[in-house]
């Protein structure tokens, strides 16, 4: 394995890098604090200890969407390996450990020169990923600790005249509203030429119960990934949240079809985030909206991706765990 190029970006839509300026860490925190329900940014749940959490939590017999998904790799091996040895260039948004990856790539990669993208705002997870292809000398790594959309820019501009595959697992989609992810499938687009593939990874609707367990579960890890938010605006913005003075709540709102997290406020109190300039008063009881995981129908996945200049190839599903792999080409 080679690495040939680094990118570091200072924000993206959805994901913040480790590294991050301050003042832009600050500035978005700032804004969506002062909305109404108050939030924080999704993208800043994954600094080293976040990443660290969330694979724990892909781990647990209650959040079946890693597993469900490592099956339909397995049960289609065959033929999406053929589609592996038909592209010069992969891209993965949103890398995490790699382990599905490489399990893809395994057996497809043979002696051949290939440019492997990886995109994540972790520098943790890009190089947890770079490292499982170190055994393959023809394989080139680009890392790119960018948000998804300037990481696909960056590929675009530097990719080569073969075919390209770009994959969207472990349904990160979820966490992008309607016209969020119409605008990423647009950017996706751009960076395809007619022929590339797009793989996209999408949770579906399931029993209200099973999504409960999965976002709010018995050992408490994702309670400690969301509380993990606050503890990084100490860290890194001087700021003064009390952790213990708030709660993790999992929703599950029908009729938006999403899951959403909060961290909800155990007592009226005051809090100061210096470099945000802000001082917060919150009241008992009041939420702060830390993020949304939308979840789909089979039909829906299709209808949201095609008008973006795309067009179904195959789409497998696991039927007990309600999760779907789509495969789709650029128009």
């Known amino acids: 394995m080679r690495v040939v190029r680094s990118s570091v970006s200072s924000r993206r839509s959805g994901t913040a890098p480790i590294g991050q300026p301050t003042r832009d860490f600050a500035r978005e925190v700032r804004e969506h604090l002062r909305r109404t329900p108050r939030q924080l940014p999704t993208s800043y749940l994954y600094d080293e200890l976040g990443s660290t959490l969330f694979e724990a939590i892909c781990r647990l017999p209650w959040y079946r969407i890693w597993r469900a998904e490592q099956a339909l790799l397995a049960r289609h091996a065959f033929p999406l390996r053929s589609l592996v040895r038909s592209c010069s260039s992969i891209a993965e948004l949103g890398c995490g450990s790699g382990e599905k990856l490489a399990a893809l790539m395994a057996g497809a990669i043979g002696g051949r ?107 408490g890890l994702t309670a400690a990934f969301n509380k993990n938010l606050l503890v990084r605006v100490n860290r890194e913005l001087g700021a003064d949240f009390d952790v213990t003075g708030f709660a993790h709540r999992a929703v599950w709102r029908p009729d938006a079809s999403r899951m959403e997290m909060h961290l909800v406020s155990a007592r009226d109190q005051i809090v100061r985030i210096r470099a945000a300039r802000l001082v917060l008063r919150v009241t008992d009881g009041e939420p702060i909206w830390t993020e949304s995981s939308y979840k789909y129908k089979r039909r829906q996945i299709v209808t949201m991706v095609e008008p973006q200049g795309f067009a179904r190839r195959e789409q497998w599903m696991d039927e007990p765990a309600r999760y779907a792999l789509t495969l789709f080409e650029a128009r």
């Not at 992810?181 to 996706?188: D, G, I, L, N, S």
């Not at 949770?203 to 579960?217: C, F, N, Q, S």
Request: net charge neutral.
């Open 113 to 219: 020169a290939i440019d492997l993208h990886l995109v994540d705002v972790s520098a943790t997870a890009l190089a947890l990923t770079a490292s499982r292809f170190s055994g393959f000398p023809r394989v080139r790594v680009h890392r790119h600790q960018q948000v998804y959309t300037e990481g696909l820019s960056q590929i675009g501009l530097n990719r080569d005249a073969g075919r390209l595959l770009v994959l969207f697992l472990g349904s990160n989609v979820g966490n992008f509203h309607a016209s969020e992810a119409e605008a990423f499938f647009r950017t996706v687009r751009r960076t395809s030429r007619p022929g590339d593939l797009f793989l996209l990874g999408a949770d579906l609707v399931k029993p209200e119960k099973d999504l409960l367990l999965a976002y709010d579960d018995p050992l």
